[in-house]
């Protein structure tokens, strides 16, 4: 199980609370807005309290109070003088180097009268670096964490800058800026922006730096549970009008049982059959699944769906399977140029970046060298040009050529697949393996660096074997000419097949034109293990196509094929089309299609060819509401639809109407979806009839109702169905009598799933090998309970489970305003927090706003606690949670005493 109670940032939830007026907990609440009125009149100090007290700070104050015995407490919240040494816990303020001479004047970065320290970002040319620890010290310095900065500051310096700040900082823990002026880099310290500037570093000593930043996957979420399983059920049942039987109901039954990386899965549907009235029960598969993501690998023990290649035949199999493939564990790709292009400036510059003559983007850059390797690139090959533009005016140009490969692999990845096995001698039903016929099929593609990839296959049976081949050639006008091709030996005899294309897509900034043309040959006795006999009525395919897109608003495209018959049954055909689309309207477009053809079919007398059009008219107020109309010349076929599509979520519901003529029989079928918490449901109302006038001929009405029972982490919960993977996700004990919520979002009150009688609220539509979110929240939770982040991030393997946990026993946020001698606030403190009875237990992070205010959070009812100041002298004070609180204690004023000095 995922507890996740207790884990919110405690900079977030306990600045929120911290900024509450003091008086009860209700009038707290409601109270936010003036004190976010009094935090904005105080920006400054504010925002230093946003800052997270530092680690050296920390870890200093803890070493000097470790081994110092805790003194006995009172039971109220009386402060008293905390037993520890009298020395200031923050990181040293004097470096152990001989700091330059300091400037005549300081700038007043702190207005308070002792060192703060603090946590603050690090920027670049306006970039964050990331965070931090730094000291603020009484008299206006800044002295920055030696480990911190080296670890931020390394990456934008070559490896010999990088050992000459080691050597520079060996032995320092915190050094003042300008002790490393020498080596190159200047810093200095933002007031405004609470932030340490890196205003220089050496041209000479910056490391190559990336324009175009390709990115990198994120870190994996959490890992799903050991052991999930979850079974999808559908029932349907269907009455016709006409004769008034109802048909007996069809169950669809699928569902997967995962232990660690083993899945078995399986789909199970029983129908009656329409000629014989017997109700059957078939197996569409039933198959083990064992992943390696690591290696990108993917086992299988079963009912086997082969992956196939270039012109490889299909055919199901019973037996064994790998495949490797990076895109369906890693979706992460960026579209890399293959050999990495270098620029150098010597001096503030700008640099126009275009590829094949359209603009890319403009830099401003400082002196230093620069990568282009992540220059996103089109398919196909890649003009380069740039253009830069130097502050002393001299202009000089660079060019050079790139490709990028079309097959869905980074340059130098592979993909194999492979798979053995009896042949399914079946078309409908269950899989029929009782010829015993084995039958192998595999392929293995590669693409490599500057060249183009490579593709090989093999498929063997008894009756047919087939080697086939891909490949292809990138032309310097950023064209592709693709190969694929093979030859077969079976009963029929030797065969062969081949396709040559060339496609051509050329950018023209906002729009674009692309060309593409196919040739396609099959001999007469070219078999595969999908077509062992040989049927192959055509000869050759020729199909080509070329799109325009003249605005955002308006494409039209013209395709044309010809095809060759050798059959006696049918004649050649050929077809051509133009069609284009135009958005007049932000939610009006028509379509306007010409066509010629003539499909050269004679069998049975049946004919449909000559000239035609076609007319449509679509309305699409919205991404999930579409209307639209079409009719087609000539086959004299129309149809009118309307359609309001249904949401993943609970109380989504959706129609559509729609109504078809096809030179005669017409239909007219209407639809109502609905989206329940623990089910979805549909019904829908079809009129058929041999011509309009007739259209309720005959009528069929339908039902569909469809659930899922899933289990992991020791729960189970009822929802809706599962497509991958899928969270179920409840209360802790202490808010057990509230719902718990899933969502992707929550605005308007809507909600994927809501916890209940049936188990938790059960997130259906997880996607395996991806990092997702799983946001969850509390119904009318307790105020001031802690439910934690309010997200999950997860990484579901292959068809698995979650169980998370929402809250947990340490739910209470306490609040209050710490006030020293003459009444002052203490302003900007830190400390930390622990059980009284439990000194040795993790500490939480203690500290107060400008105006004293302070809220902590993760404290347990009937539990005692200590908060130790990070204070000269040391303070503490001690309170104790009561056990029946429900979330939010009100510590109102805590008094200590300590000297505060005015303003």
Same mark, same amino acid.
């Given at each position: 199980? /995922? /507890?996740?109670?207790?884990?919110?940032?405690?900079?977030?939830?306990?600045? !929120?609370?911290?900024?509450?007026?003091?008086?009860?907990?209700?009038?707290?609440?409601?109270?936010?807005?003036?004190?976010?009125?009094?935090?904005?009149?105080?920006?400054?100090?504010?925002?230093?309290?946003?800052?997270?007290?530092?680690?050296?700070?920390?870890?200093?104050?803890?070493?000097?109070?470790?081994?110092?015995?805790?003194?006995?407490?009172?039971?109220?919240?009386?402060?008293?003088?905390?037993?520890?040494?009298?020395?200031?816990?923050?990181?040293?303020?004097?470096?152990?180097?001989?700091?330059?001479?300091?400037?005549?004047?300081?700038?007043?970065?702190?207005?308070?009268?002792?060192?703060?320290?603090?946590?603050?970002?690090?920027?670049?040319?306006?970039?964050?670096?990331?965070?931090?620890?730094?000291?603020?010290?009484?008299?206006? /310095?800044?002295?920055?964490?030696?480990?911190?900065?080296?670890?931020?500051?390394?990456?934008?310096?070559?490896?010999?800058?990088?050992?000459?700040?080691?050597?520079?900082?060996?032995?320092?823990?915190?050094?003042?800026?300008?002790?490393?002026?020498?080596?190159?880099?200047?810093?200095?310290?933002?007031?405004?922006?609470?932030?340490?500037?890196?205003? /220089?570093?050496?041209?000479?000593?910056?490391?190559?730096?990336?324009?175009?930043?390709?990115?990198?996957?994120?870190?994996?979420?959490?890992?799903?549970?050991?052991?999930?399983?979850?079974?999808?059920?559908?029932?349907?049942?269907?009455?016709?009008?006409?004769?008034?039987?109802?048909?007996?109901?069809?169950?669809?039954?699928?569902?997967?049982?995962?232990?660690?990386?083993?899945?078995?899965?399986?789909?199970?549907?029983?129908?009656?059959?329409?000629?014989?009235?017997?109700?059957?029960?078939?197996?569409?598969?039933?198959?083990?699944?064992?992943?390696?993501?690591?290696?990108?690998?993917?086992?299988?023990?079963?009912?086997?769906?082969?992956?196939?290649?270039?012109?490889?035949?299909?055919?199901?199999?019973?037996?064994?399977?790998?495949?490797?493939?990076?895109?369906?564990?890693?979706?992460?790709?960026?579209?890399?140029?293959?050999?990495?292009?270098?620029?150098?400036?010597?001096?503030?510059?700008?640099?126009?970046?275009?590829?094949?003559?359209?603009?890319?983007?403009?830099?401003?850059?400082?002196?230093?060298?620069?990568?282009?390797?992540?220059?996103?690139?089109?398919?196909?090959?890649?003009?380069?040009?740039?253009?830069?533009?130097?502050?002393?005016?001299?202009?000089?140009?660079?060019?050079?050529?790139?490709?990028?490969?079309?097959?869905?692999?980074?340059?130098?990845?592979?993909?194999?697949?492979?798979?053995?096995?009896?042949?399914?001698?079946?078309?409908?039903?269950?899989?029929?393996?009782?010829?015993?016929?084995?039958?192998?099929?595999?392929?293995?593609?590669?693409?490599?660096?500057?060249?183009?990839?490579?593709?090989?296959?093999?498929?063997?049976?008894?009756?047919?074997?087939?080697?086939?081949?891909?490949?292809?050639?990138?032309?310097?006008? !950023?064209?592709?000419?693709?190969?694929?091709?093979?030859?077969?030996?079976?009963?029929?005899?030797?065969?062969?097949?081949?396709?040559?294309?060339?496609?051509?897509?050329?950018?023209?900034?906002?729009?674009?034109?692309?060309?593409?043309?196919?040739?396609?040959?099959?001999?007469?006795?070219?078999?595969?293990?999908?077509?062992?006999?040989?049927?192959?009525?055509?000869?050759?395919?020729?199909?080509?196509?070329?799109?325009?897109?003249?605005?955002?608003?308006?494409?039209?495209?013209?395709?044309?094929?010809?095809?060759?018959?050798?059959?006696?049954?049918?004649?050649?055909?050929?077809?051509?089309?133009?069609?284009?689309?135009?958005?007049?309207?932000?939610?009006?477009?028509?379509?306007?299609?010409?066509?010629?053809?003539?499909?050269?079919?004679?069998?049975?007398?049946?004919?449909?060819?000559?000239?035609?059009?076609?007319?449509?008219?679509?309305?699409?107020?919205?991404?999930?509401?579409?209307?639209?109309?079409?009719?087609?010349?000539?086959?004299?076929?129309?149809?009118?639809?309307?359609?309001?599509?249904?949401?993943?979520?609970?109380?989504?519901?959706?129609?559509?109407?729609?109504?078809?003529?096809?030179?005669?029989?017409?239909?007219?079928?209407?639809?109502?979806?609905?989206?329940?918490?623990?089910?979805?449901?549909?019904?829908?109302?079809?009129?058929?009839?041999?011509?309009?006038?007739?259209?309720?001929?005959?009528?069929?009405?339908?039902?569909?109702?469809?659930?899922?029972?899933?289990?992991?982490?020791?729960?189970?919960?009822?929802?809706?169905?599962?497509?991958?993977?899928?969270?179920?996700?409840?209360?802790?004990?202490?808010?057990?009598?509230?719902?718990?919520?899933?969502?992707?979002?929550?605005?308007?009150?809507?909600?994927?799933?809501?916890?209940?009688?049936?188990?938790?609220?059960?997130?259906?539509?997880?996607?395996?090998?991806?990092?997702?979110?799983?946001?969850?929240?509390?119904?009318?939770?307790?105020?001031?309970?802690?439910?934690?982040?309010?997200?999950?991030?997860?990484?579901?393997?292959?068809?698995?489970?979650?169980?998370?946990?929402?809250?947990?026993?340490?739910?209470?946020?306490?609040?209050?305003?710490?006030?020293?001698?003459?009444?002052?606030?203490?302003?900007?403190?830190? !400390?930390?927090?622990?059980?009284?009875?439990?000194?040795?237990?993790?500490?939480?992070?203690?500290?107060?706003?400008?105006?004293?205010?302070?809220?902590?959070?993760?404290?347990?009812?009937?539990?005692?606690?200590?908060?130790?100041?990070?204070?000269?002298?040391?303070?503490?004070?001690?309170?104790?949670?009561?056990?029946?609180?429900?979330?939010?204690?009100?510590?109102?004023?805590?008094?200590?005493?300590?000297?505060?000095?005015?303003?």
């Amino acid at each position: 199980m /995922r /507890r996740l109670g207790g884990g919110v940032s405690a900079l977030a939830l306990a600045w !929120g609370l911290a900024c509450l007026p003091d008086t009860t907990a209700q009038a707290a609440v409601q109270g936010m807005g003036q004190a976010v009125d009094d935090a904005a009149q105080t920006a400054r100090d504010a925002t230093a309290a946003l800052n997270r007290a530092s680690l050296a700070a920390a870890q200093a104050a803890v070493a000097a109070v470790e081994d110092a015995p805790a003194p006995v407490q009172p039971t109220s919240p009386t402060p008293e003088p905390a037993p520890v040494p009298a020395e200031t816990p923050a990181p040293p303020v004097t470096p152990a180097l001989v700091p330059a001479a300091a400037p005549a004047a300081r700038r007043d970065i702190n207005p308070y009268d002792r060192d703060i320290p603090m946590t603050v970002p690090l920027n670049f040319n306006s970039r964050v670096l990331g965070e931090l620890p730094v000291v603020l010290t009484r008299d206006d /310095r800044f002295i920055v964490e030696s480990a911190g900065f080296k670890t931020l500051i390394d990456p934008l310096l070559t490896p010999e800058a990088q050992q000459e700040l080691a050597d520079r900082l060996q032995g320092v823990e915190s050094f003042a800026p300008e002790e490393i002026n020498d080596t190159g880099i200047q810093l200095d310290y933002d007031p405004e922006q609470l932030a340490v500037l890196v205003l /220089r570093i050496d041209p000479t000593k910056r490391s190559v730096e990336s324009l175009f930043r390709g990115g990198s996957p994120e870190e994996p979420g959490l890992a799903p549970e050991n052991f999930s399983a979850y079974l999808n059920t559908n029932l349907s049942v269907q009455r016709r009008e006409s004769t008034g039987d109802v048909q007996t109901p069809s169950v669809f039954l699928n569902g997967a049982i995962r232990f660690k990386r083993l899945v078995f899965e399986a789909d199970v549907q029983g129908r009656e059959d329409l000629f014989t009235g017997d109700y059957e029960v078939e197996r569409r598969y039933a198959r083990f699944v064992y992943d390696q993501p690591e290696d990108y690998r993917r086992w299988y023990l079963g009912d086997l769906e082969p992956e196939i290649r270039g012109r490889q035949g299909f055919s199901e199999l019973g037996g064994v399977g790998v495949s490797r493939q990076r895109m369906r564990f890693d979706s992460f790709r960026n579209n890399v140029l293959a050999g990495g292009r270098q620029l150098v400036l010597q001096e503030a510059s700008t640099v126009r970046v275009l590829r094949n003559g359209v603009f890319v983007r403009e830099f401003r850059l400082d002196p230093g060298q620069y990568d282009l390797t992540n220059l996103p690139l089109e398919t196909g090959s890649n003009d380069i040009q740039l253009e830069i533009q130097n502050d002393s005016g001299r202009a000089e140009t660079v060019s050079y050529s790139a490709y990028l490969d079309a097959i869905e692999l980074e340059p130098g990845d592979y993909e194999y697949g492979a798979y053995l096995g009896a042949v399914n001698n079946g078309v409908f039903g269950s899989p029929d393996y009782s010829e015993g016929k084995v039958a192998f099929t595999g392929f293995w593609r590669k693409a490599f660096e500057n060249r183009p990839a490579v593709g090989v296959g093999l498929q063997a049976s008894e009756d047919a074997q087939t080697v086939s081949g891909q490949s292809q050639l990138i032309l310097k006008n !950023g064209a592709r000419v693709r190969l694929d091709a093979a030859v077969s030996n079976g009963d029929p005899g030797a065969g062969y097949a081949f396709a040559l294309g060339f496609d051509h897509i050329v950018d023209l900034g906002d729009t674009y034109d692309s060309w593409t043309v196919v040739a396609d040959y099959t001999s007469e006795d070219f078999a595969t293990i999908g077509n062992p006999t040989a049927q192959n009525p055509t000869s050759w395919i020729f199909s080509g196509g070329y799109s325009h897109q003249f605005s955002q608003d308006w494409l039209a495209n013209v395709s044309a094929s010809y095809r060759m018959s050798r059959s006696d049954f049918i004649d050649d055909s050929y077809s051509i089309n133009a069609t284009s689309t135009y958005r007049f309207a932000p939610q009006w477009s028509a379509q306007l299609g010409l066509e010629y053809s003539d499909f050269g079919s004679t069998f049975g007398g049946f004919r449909s060819d000559g000239f035609g059009a076609t007319f449509a008219l679509i309305w699409q107020p919205r991404y999930d509401r579409r209307a639209e109309a079409r009719y087609n010349t000539a086959r004299n076929s129309g149809s009118v639809r309307f359609q309001q599509s249904t949401e993943n979520r609970v109380g989504s519901y959706g129609y559509s109407l729609t109504s078809t003529y096809d030179d005669g029989p017409s239909t007219l079928t209407g639809q109502v979806d609905y989206v329940a918490n623990r089910f979805d449901a549909s019904l829908s109302h079809t009129t058929f009839g041999q011509n309009f006038s007739d259209i309720t001929e005959e009528q069929v009405t339908t039902l569909r109702v469809g659930s899922s029972l899933s289990t992991t982490g020791g729960k189970v919960a009822v929802g809706r169905n599962i497509y991958d993977s899928f969270a179920i996700v409840y209360p802790h004990e202490t808010i057990r009598d509230h719902s718990v919520i899933v969502g992707d979002s929550f605005q308007g009150g809507r909600y994927t799933g809501r916890s209940g009688l049936l188990g938790g609220a059960v997130a259906n539509n997880l996607t395996a090998y991806v990092n997702q979110s799983v946001r969850y929240d509390v119904l009318d939770a307790p105020l001031g309970y802690n439910i934690g982040d309010g997200i999950a991030r997860v990484r579901p393997t292959y068809k698995s489970g979650y169980a998370i946990e929402v809250g947990s026993a340490k739910f209470v946020s306490a609040l209050g305003r710490l006030v020293g001698n003459a009444g002052r606030p203490v302003a900007l403190m830190s !400390g930390r927090i622990r059980p009284a009875d439990d000194p040795t237990a993790a500490p939480e992070l203690f500290f107060t706003n400008s105006v004293g205010r302070f809220a902590m959070q993760n404290l347990e009812p009937g539990k005692r606690y200590r908060v130790e100041l990070f204070s000269t002298p040391a303070l503490g004070f001690e309170f104790t949670v009561p056990a029946d609180n429900e979330g939010l204690l009100d510590l109102q004023v805590v008094n200590v005493p300590l000297d505060v000095p005015e303003d």
